[in-house]
């Protein structure tokens, strides 16, 4: 009688052989998610035109760059403040620290401050809106494929869906979880373009209070040092950019156009 073979299990961290070299999926897959992202930036910027000129969105996208390096490194360094003290380079240790949190926010100050030092006025976040979610997906297949080799797993749960991440401990496979949100969010503006007509900038500022909002919970059931009342630095930053969109949260028709008979 012919024995069923069950599939062997995921090993932790995923990698691909090239040449000589095993190259984790998580560093193949960041790159590509950059570069897809931003040739659909591209895309649509050719398809749908921009309100901004060529040489302003330019440096728009240098304030974004340079703005999410930075948020991102050091929220992402701030997730750990006890490791800070114990690492021989702070510097390093900054550099080596990331979170798509901190790379949000900061690429936000970055264009924002960008935008007043050349005198734009006009939104720009609406053409980053799908680049960005789409990046995010793949960014996030990659965290997912680190399992608990990289702070983006969750913390141990009973439920059915719970999964071994790679030390043999049923946990909340919250990159998982992350990509069907971007998902649904994707959907959804989809879904609102369609019924409304929103105003110049309303789809990044979904996004943002969307997402902030998601991280706010999602971080919950992930593991980490907390600063106050049970939240960790993320979940701080999270509510710091909702307080920002303040006005959008409690005001939500300021982003829909109004129609005029």
Known sequence: MNETKLPAPVHFPVTLPIFSLQV???AILESLGMFVGFRYFLYLRKRQG???PQENRIWVIIGAIFGALLGSRLLGALENPLDIMQVPNILLYVYQSKTIVGGLLGGLAGVE???WGIGERHSSGDLFTRPLILAMIIGRIGCFSMGVHEETY???TSLPWGMHLGDEVLRHPVALYEIVFLVLLWIGLNWLRKRYT???GAQFKILMIAYLLFRFLLDYIKPG???????GSIQLACLAGLLYYSPSIFYPTRLI???YA
């Open 154 to 156: 969750g913390v141990a």
């Open 225 to 231: 040092y907390r600063y106050l009342l049970g939240m």
């Open 24 to 26: 984790p999926l998580h």
């Open 198 to 200: 929103l105003v110049s």
């Open 50 to 52: 921009d309100l901004i």
């Open 113 to 115: 401050l960008m935008k």
């Open 257 to 259: 156009k109004k129609e």
